[in-house]
Nanobody
């Protein structure tokens, strides 16, 4: 019973900014990795950015220098600050979390949010 609740997304002009948020709720022991993926029509789902519990971040080359991922451990929340957006960033963005559900079973389960549309107009 884990749910990822997303907020943010929307329509923005070329060069604009958006901030996505995702909070994990339910019963679990540890949210180990949180991140964002995106998928545009005709494309495969790709990693945008992810961050570990130790604050190690990994970004896709296409967003380095423009996007910043962060997380609030206490709130089980991950953020994606997206700056200097271009039409190429238009996609459905999905929150992702790798969660250890119980203390006595060291096994991560992957969960997905419902997706939020980001549209960048030219």
């Amino acid at each position: 019973q884990v749910q990822l609740v997303e907020s943010g997304g929307g329509l923005v002009q070329d060069g604009g900014s958006l901030r996505l948020s995702c909070t994990a709720s339910g019963s679990f022991f540890s949210v180990n990795v949180m991140g964002w993926y995106r998928q545009a029509p005709g494309n495969q789902r790709e990693l945008v950015a992810e961050i570990t519990k130790g604050a190690t971040a990994n970004y896709a080359d296409s967003v380095k220098g423009r996007f910043t991922i962060s997380r609030d451990i206490a709130k089980n929340t991950v953020y994606l600050q997206m700056n200097r957006l271009t039409p190429g960033d238009t996609a459905v963005y999905y929150c992702n979390a790798k969660i250890q559900t119980v203390r006595t079973w060291k096994f991560n389960t992957t969960y997905w949010g419902q997706g939020t549309q980001v549209t960048v107009s030219s």
